[in-house]
């Protein structure tokens, strides 16, 4: 895959890759996230995520007028914004986000409708344990830190900030300097025009805070509920090692641990009826890799052996680079994933702009192949000591 690259005369990193496809994916980068807020201002990151898009008057039916969709997320490093168009109106769709990340000037009544929104969002997550036990996983690792605080922020935090500090927030961390621009697909227009368009953005980041890694131990919450949810989280020191190699080793581990049916721990545990669904999440945060394994909807009377269970599928890992008949099968779906995640220019995009973001390195082509060449290596070392956090039935 062909990319180029570019850095603007005002330091915004634009990143192009041409080939046919019947849409255009854009994905916008922001190198600011939750472990870089201050204490009082918990959520302001995604708080700007919400206002970004009440910069633009109407903003859904401009972007679905366009024929496209748009999509957005914050994580602790990082925030998102994706954009799919029909290739015609692509630049129409980019002139629409210039406009949207042009404006730092907030609006009193979309500042509180917004807030309003995001305190709703908060008591909708906390009421779900489905949802909840992700964000407990980060705070039984690092305590109450910046990296154990949760991304959406507080309702104390939320419901204290005022427009002033969200002003800020835009004038010292929404700059071309910190962002990153991806255009993948049949790009119609001449890459200078792109160029000047982009170039019009201003402003110089500010430094960003040393977030703070505490530490944290065992949470237990009980909910009127069903079934349980289980999270098992740890994390791995990350001391002089090559961040690309350690990030395409992880993305192994999930792909092997719980990425389809036939992976690791979700064969082992249905087969054993213990469980229908367990997921990963996982983050390179600097200094760290914090990893989360999440068992839902688990019959009470069988908390102890799901536990037990997932420990020692854990510290036998290895058992499975025995087997390689069973291996040469999920090679095979390795592949057909990555196919099916390269069909889609938004999907390429956002790839591009995080892997730019988080690693200093889009080459996709690279990490692809490296998930390839390391299929077989060994993963125990990735995996330490670590966590529960449970959320149990009254």
């Known amino acids: 895959m062909n990319i180029e690259y570019y850095v603007l005369d005002n330091g915004l990193r634009l990143l192009i890759s041409r080939f046919e496809s019947p849409?255009?994916?854009?994905?916008?980068?922001?190198?600011?996230?939750?472990?870089?807020?201050?204490?009082?201002?918990?959520g302001i990151s995604h708080f700007a995520e919400h206002i970004i898009y009440r910069a633009y008057p109407n903003i859904d039916l401009e972007i679905e007028g366009l024929g496209g969709v748009s999509d957005a997320y914050t994580e602790r490093t990082l925030t998102m914004y994706l954009f799919e168009v029909i290739p015609s109106e692509l630049r129409n769709l980019l002139r629409l986000i210039y406009k949207m990340f042009s404006n730092r000037r907030v609006d009193n009544e979309d500042f509180e409708r917004e807030r309003r929104v995001i305190l709703s969002e908060i008591k909708m997550r906390n009421d779900d344990p489905g949802t909840l036990i992700y964000d407990l996983g980060p705070r039984a690792l690092f305590g109450d830190s910046d990296?154990?605080?949760?991304?959406?922020?507080?309702?104390?935090?939320?419901?204290?900030?005022?427009?002033?500090?969200?002003?800020?927030?835009?004038?010292?961390?929404?700059?071309?300097d910190n962002m990153v621009v991806s255009i993948v697909g049949p790009i119609n227009m001449p890459i200078n025009e792109i160029i000047g368009l982009f170039n019009g953005w201003d402003g110089k980041s500010s430094r960003k805070k040393i977030p703070t890694m505490g530490k944290g131990g065992p949470i237990v919450i009980r909910r009127p509920i069903?079934?349980?949810?289980?999270?098992?989280?740890?994390?791995?020191?990350v001391i002089n090692e090559d961040s690309f190699l350690l990030s395409i080793k992880s993305s192994l581990l999930e792909f092997h641990l719980v990425n389809g049916?036939?992976?690791?721990?979700?064969?082992?545990?249905?087969?054993?009826?213990?469980?229908?669904?367990?997921?990963?999440?996982?983050?390179?945060?600097?200094?760290?890799?914090?990893?989360?394994?999440?068992?839902?909807?688990?019959?009470?009377?069988?908390?102890?052996?799901?536990?037990?269970?997932?420990?020692?599928?854990?510290l036998s890992i290895n058992d499975l680079f025995k087997d390689e008949y069973y291996l040469s099968k999920r090679l095979n779906y390795l592949k057909y994933l990555i196919s099916d995640y390269l069909r889609r220019p938004i999907q390429v995009a956002e790839s591009m702009s995080y892997m730019e973001l988080k690693l200093s390195n889009h080459d996709i082509d690279e990490f692809n192949n490296g998930l390839e060449r390391h299929f077989r290596d060994s993963l125990d070392h990735l995996i330490t000591n670590g966590v529960w956090s449970e959320i149990l039935p009254l």
């Open 261 to 314: 049916l036939s992976s690791y721990l979700m064969s082992r545990f249905r087969n054993k009826g213990l469980t229908y669904t367990i997921d990963m999440d996982r983050d390179y945060l600097p200094g760290t890799y914090y990893y989360q394994l999440v068992v839902s909807a688990v019959n009470e009377e069988s908390i102890d052996i799901v536990k037990e269970e997932l420990v020692n599928a854990l």
């Open 226 to 237: 069903e079934s349980a949810y289980l999270s098992y989280s740890w994390q791995y020191n």
């Open 23 to 42: 849409t255009v994916g854009i994905a916008v980068g922001v190198g600011i996230g939750s472990i870089y807020e201050d204490r009082d201002l918990r």
């Open 147 to 176: 990296y154990g605080a949760p991304i959406i922020g507080t309702e104390e935090s939320i419901s204290s900030m005022a427009t002033k500090d969200l002003e800020n927030f835009l004038e010292s961390y929404y700059t071309p």
